[in-house]
């Protein structure tokens, strides 16, 4: 397996025969709601669209998971997997193959098994959500959720290789927590047993602005994760990936911790 950090929840995932697209923000600024004022991100340099994907792998409807300039610069033809709320952002933009997952269903593309499962609540009616990616013919899997909000259904699941989650917390004053990291990585580790983790969300080379930016507040390191992960006697790895450089794993490593 190849996995490539492109800041902020982007990711490159080479699984199998597959290159899976996560989560794409890679042209223009993000803003969201077209409220630079409130909150603008933008890249320190370029950031390439990857070439010959296979798949483009939504977890959440907005921009910084679902983000239209970048996906405008895609084939249209390529298969999406996305939430409801992204397979509507897609749908929107005429790709022509897309598959939305509601929490639980299971689909297959090419010898990829992926699952949904509950993600990020964005609101009281919309819960986003979260994957356990398989391929068949190597035996890899990955876990990706990228605001830190494991569902407990994790504890029944096979062990994967890969687990990308936050390990950083951000917050806002009276809204509390938007993204989890800390103990809810432990849980991670502790109920898919991986043999590496990987920090996702916040992060990369880029730049933010914007009075948003100004209230929010981050708790967390990869050490204090490390040493949370030692005391609970976890020996998963938390590496923090160099964005732009693949990162390649052994296979079929899943349930060694």
Same mark, same amino acid.
Request: aromatic content about 6%.
């Given at each position: 397996? #190849?996995?490539?950090? *492109?800041?902020?929840?982007?990711?490159?995932?080479?699984?199998?025969?597959?290159?899976?697209?996560?989560?794409?923000?890679? =042209?223009?600024?993000?803003?969201?709601?077209? $409220?630079?004022?409130? &909150?603008?991100?933008?890249?320190?340099?370029?950031?390439?669209?990857?070439?010959?994907?296979?798949?483009?792998?939504?977890?959440?409807?907005?921009?910084?998971?679902?983000?239209?300039?970048?996906?405008?610069?895609?084939?249209?033809?390529?298969?999406?997997?996305?939430?409801?709320?992204?397979?509507?952002?897609?749908?929107?933009?005429?790709?022509?193959?897309?598959?939305?997952?509601?929490?639980?269903?299971?689909?297959?593309?090419?010898?990829?098994?992926?699952?949904?499962?509950? +993600?990020?609540?964005?609101?009281? *009616?919309?819960?986003?959500?979260?994957?356990?990616?398989?391929?068949?013919?190597?035996?890899?899997?990955?876990?990706?959720?990228?605001?830190?909000?494991?569902?407990?259904?994790?504890?029944?699941?096979?062990?994967?290789?890969? /687990?990308?989650?936050?390990?950083?917390?951000?917050? *806002?004053? @009276?809204? +509390?927590?938007?993204?989890?990291?800390?103990?809810?990585?432990?849980?991670? /580790?502790?109920?898919?047993?991986?043999?590496? *983790?990987?920090?996702?969300?916040?992060?990369?080379?880029?730049?933010?602005? +914007?009075?948003?930016?100004? &209230?929010?507040?981050?708790?967390?390191?990869?050490?204090? @994760?490390?040493? /949370? $992960?030692? /005391?609970?006697?976890?020996?998963? #790895?938390?590496?923090?990936?160099?964005?732009?450089?693949?990162?390649? $794993?052994?296979?079929?490593?899943? +349930? =060694?911790?």
């Amino acid at each position: 397996m #190849q996995l490539t950090y *492109l800041d902020s929840n982007t990711w490159l995932i080479v699984l199998g025969r597959a290159r899976i697209l996560v989560d794409p923000w890679l =042209v223009g600024p993000l803003v969201f709601g077209n $409220l630079p004022w409130l &909150f603008k991100g933008e890249r320190r340099s370029p950031r390439a669209i990857p070439d010959d994907i296979d798949l483009i792998l939504l977890s959440q409807g907005i921009e910084d998971h679902a983000h239209p300039p970048t996906l405008r610069q895609l084939d249209r033809q390529l298969p999406v997997v996305a939430s409801p709320s992204a397979a509507q952002v897609v749908t929107g933009l005429e790709f022509q193959q897309v598959t939305a997952l509601a929490h639980g269903q299971t689909c297959l593309v090419g010898s990829l098994t992926i699952q949904a499962l509950p +993600g990020a609540p964005l609101g009281p *009616l919309n819960t986003e959500n979260g994957y356990l990616v398989r391929e068949a013919e190597s035996g890899e899997s990955f876990y990706y959720e990228p605001h830190g909000f494991p569902p407990a259904a994790l504890r029944d699941c096979e062990p994967v290789d890969v /687990a990308i989650t936050p390990i950083v917390s951000l917050s *806002l004053p @009276l809204a +509390g927590p938007i993204i989890n990291g800390g103990e809810t990585a432990v849980q991670v /580790a502790a109920w898919l047993r991986p043999q590496v *983790l990987l920090p996702t969300a916040a992060g990369g080379d880029v730049e933010f602005a +914007g009075v948003l930016t100004r &209230f929010l507040q981050a708790q967390g390191s990869a050490d204090e @994760l490390r040493e /949370a $992960l030692a /005391a609970r006697q976890l020996t998963t #790895q938390v590496i923090e990936p160099t964005p732009g450089q693949p990162l390649t $794993l052994p296979t079929a490593t899943a +349930g =060694v911790s």
